[in-house]
Every structure is written in structure tokens, then in C-alpha cells.
């Protein structure tokens, strides 16, 4: 007994590195539509963030953003409504892997914060790998969930929190609300520390701030509830919080080709 509990407290995470791809541009036509009631009326600039994690058993990637074919869309693609996002792809995921070396059939696991058309826009690059999603997303009878029938064939449907590694250095939080089945995931890198990278559970600073929920969400109670977890989360592991969307952020970020460690 004392012998397993000295190797494992002697092992060390295999999380290596994360990069930032860029998954997207965009403007939001009117941010009321997730601030109810608060600047009614006004755009904001939006991004999209995809992450690539590097482990020792693998490659994960979280969440495939906005279609690679809106790279091709001179104009980008106009939302149906004009309050949403008007997205464009100044970058491809695929490009971007491909500067990395990494290979889609390389990547283990693809999870998912949501099944939003802006999360999943790519999944039928990675045939080959195994989906880590909630039940509840997955079985949420919605167009974007059905999305994902025809995406990776190797699918781990979850009902909680799930250690991906094994280790504790990635793990996914249940933070339903925005969606029924949506999660957040925190990481543990050497040297940068932790982070919690949001989905879409909060879409931009002022927001988390105030703890608004938007009017297009699944359930407001559960959102508030999540908010509240992400929190507490931040508090324990002493963790940054990275917002999917929030431009203001990501600009004082490092991209990839650049990581974190």
C-alpha cells in the first residue's frame, strides 16, 4: 500500500504543452443577445479559440471551431440573425495543424465544450478520433447535436467530471446551462499553471464580471449554478480563467506557433 502511494505521488503529469489556434473572427451583431437588458444595441468583435494540448499518451484537441470553409467566404458567413455572429476564418484549423506538424489522425481525443455550429464546425476532420462529450449534450435532441452522429465513430459519452489522462493534468468539468450537456476543462501545465478554459459557459469578461446569463441559454438556473462551480474551481486550483470568445484576452495571448508549458 505504501509503495503504490510513493510512486504515485512521485509521478508527474504528462501535460508537455498547449497552443491557441485561431478558430475563428468574428462580430457580434448585438451583445444584449448574451447580456439581457446591458448594451443593447451594441456590436462587439468576437473570436473563436481552439486548443491543442500535448500530452505523453497523446494529443487532445478542445473544441474544432467555425467551419474551415468560411475560409473560402470572401465576406465570411452572415448570420440569419443580424444580432449573432457574422464569423469569418482568417486561418484554417487544418493549416494550422499542419504548421504544427500534427497530423488530424494524430489527435487521440477531440472534446467539446457544446455542440454550437462555432465548437464543432470541423469535427468530421477526425474520424479517427474518440469524442469526449456529455451524455447530455450528446442525446440533446437538437440539430447541432445530431451534428456529431456523423462525426468520430469512437465516442466516450460522459455523465460527469472525467480525468482524461488519468493524471489530473486535464480534466473536463461538467458546467451545464448555456447547453444541457455543456463542460469546461481545466488544465495543469508545468510551469504556467493552472487554467480553466471556459466554452461558452461565459462569452466575455464583462459578463463573467457580472454574472449575467444570456436569454439564449438552455437553462438559466443551471447556468448561474455553473458560474458559481467555475468560481469555486478558480479558487482551489488558484487557476486562470480563459473566455472562449472575449477578443480583449486572446489578443494578449500567445498563438500558436507559440504555446504554454
Known sequence: MFSNEASYAQAKPGVERLYILNCGEGVAGDISRWSPGVN???????V????????SQGWLLWDTGVTDAIAAMPDGQKPTDARATHWKRPKTLA????QLDVKPSDIKYVALSHTHPDHIGNINMFP?????????????PSPFARALQTGPSMVNKLERDHDVF??????????????????????KLPNTGALLLSGDAVHFKDNWENRRVPDINFNKEQTSASLQRMSDILAREKAQLWINHDKVQRDSLKMAPGFYD
Open 95 to 98: 493549416s494550422q495543424l499542419e
Open 48 to 55: 473563436d479559440n481552439c486548443y491543442l494540448i500535448k500530452h
Open 40 to 46: 443593447v444595441g451594441k456590436s462587439m468583435d468576437f
Open 166 to 187: 488519468g493524471d489530473g493534468s486535464v480534466t473536463l468539468m461538467a458546467t451545464p446551462g448555456h447547453t444541457p450537456g455543456h463542460q469546461s476543462l481545466l488544465i
Open 128 to 140: 479517427q478520433s474518440t469524442l469526449l462529450v456529455q451524455k447530455a449534450e450528446y442525446e440533446w
